[in-house]
């Protein structure tokens, strides 16, 4: 299982990070993606980070507001978010999935999955 952190109520405009660490095994070895679900939307895929960290795959929707770090020797990773807006207000999830390809940033299909924390954008 994972841990989502750092979920929290901005203003437009405003940016956050949130943070995921799992619980009882190493994320080193599993590429990561950041997902989220809006009230009566279906769950979508933000971006994947590879298990090495050199790989950010962003969808293109938050393309250039959204972004990925980790540190595996902290296990944890990190999700960047800028210019937040209304729309972006969500249920904000990380997925892990296991991949001998430390490179490869694909996390489909996800093998662990955190229980998610809320963000809301609203003045």
């Known amino acids: 299982q994972l841990v989502e952190s750092g979920g929290d109520l901005v203003q437009p405009g405003g940016s956050l990070q949130l943070s995921c660490t799992p619980s009882?095994?190493?994320?080193?070895?599993?590429?990561v993606g950041w997902f989220r679900q809006a009230p009566g939307k279906n769950r979508e895929v933000l971006l994947c980070?590879?298990?090495?960290?050199?790989?950010?795959n962003t969808v293109e929707s938050v393309k250039g507001r959204f972004t990925a770090s980790r540190e595996n020797a902290k296990n944890m990773v990190y999700l960047y978010m800028t210019d937040l807006q209304p729309e972006d207000t969500a249920t904000y999830y990380c997925?892990?999935?296991?991949?001998?390809?430390?490179?490869?940033?694909?996390?489909?299909?996800?093998?662990?999955w955190g229980q998610g924390t809320q963000v809301t954008v609203s003045s």
């Open positions: 997925a892990a999935h296991f991949t001998q390809n430390p490179f490869l940033a694909s996390c489909v299909p996800p093998h662990y």
């Open positions: 009882g095994f190493i994320l080193e070895n599993h590429a």
């Open positions: 980070i590879s298990s090495d960290g050199s790989t950010v």
